[in-house]
């Protein structure tokens, strides 16, 4: 089946630094990719829909200067945790989409943030 | 009430049980996806369907588009297949709505 990968897997940093976590389709191409963040012991919770070349689209009370996405290419998603706080710690899961005529989505294997 | 609903919330099986669990929904859908999550966190995207019925291996995965319920079955369980399963629905170019997980633990 269709693969997602995500990087990193695990990230370490300091409060008030920027995270990169990378999406990537990797045998095809992704019109749409979706961020998740999920909450230990919650089920995920949708932040933004991405559609390559266009700005995202954010969910009701995700701060969109806070969290920076970019899809650059059909095949990469980007999502940027810009002055990163404790309360930023999360499990962030991405998904992609490849446009097919059913809503076939592929999960990524997630990245756990951990600030400090 | 929410759009998308497990049951159980929680299960224990010995090894080589029968596992089932259950999802409806309210909404029109154009998919129902079944994945699971293991303890480290990592989502595998298990089943998608729209129709019918699908297996892989030990799973086995049933939807009744009328009854808007599905079905996910594990077979001669194992403790490997400790993990939580999510029921999660999607209506054609739109976000998907997940269940709220089923947690099962199978012992050895």
């Known amino acids: 089946g269709a693969v997602v990968s995500q990087h990193p897997s695990r990230v370490i940093c300091k409060s008030g630094t920027s995270v990169k976590i990378e999406c990537r389709s990797l045998d095809f191409q992704a019109t749409t990719m979706f961020w998740y963040r999920q909450f230990p012991k919650k089920s995920l919770m949708l932040m933004a829909t991405s559609n390559e070349g266009s700005k995202a689209t954010y969910e009701q009370g995700v701060e969109k200067d806070k969290f920076l996405i970019n899809h650059a290419s059909l095949t990469l998603s980007t999502l940027t945790v810009t002055s990163a706080h404790p309360e930023d710690s999360s499990f962030y899961i991405c998904?992609?989409?490849?446009?097919?005529?059913?809503?076939?989505?592929?999960f990524g294997p997630g990245t756990r943030l951990t600030v400090l | 009430k929410n759009e998308v609903e497990q049951s159980p919330q929680n299960l224990t099986a010995q090894e080589g049980e029968f596992i089932t669990i259950n999802c409806s929904y309210s909404v029109g859908i154009s998919a129902l996806h079944w994945l699971q999550q293991h303890p480290g966190g990592g989502i595998v995207s298990l089943f998608m369907l729209s129709s019918g019925k699908k297996k892989h291996g030990r799973l086995i995965a049933t939807i009744n588009i009328q009854e808007k319920h599905s079905s996910l079955h594990i077979t001669a369980s194992h403790p490997r297949d400790s993990a939580v399963y999510i029921c999660?629905?999607?209506?054609?170019?739109?976000?998907?709505?997940f269940g709220g997980g089923t947690r099962v633990l199978v012992k050895p």
């Open positions: 999660a629905v999607g209506a054609a170019g739109n976000k998907l709505t």
């Open positions: 998904s992609a989409r490849s446009g097919g005529g059913v809503d076939t989505q592929y």
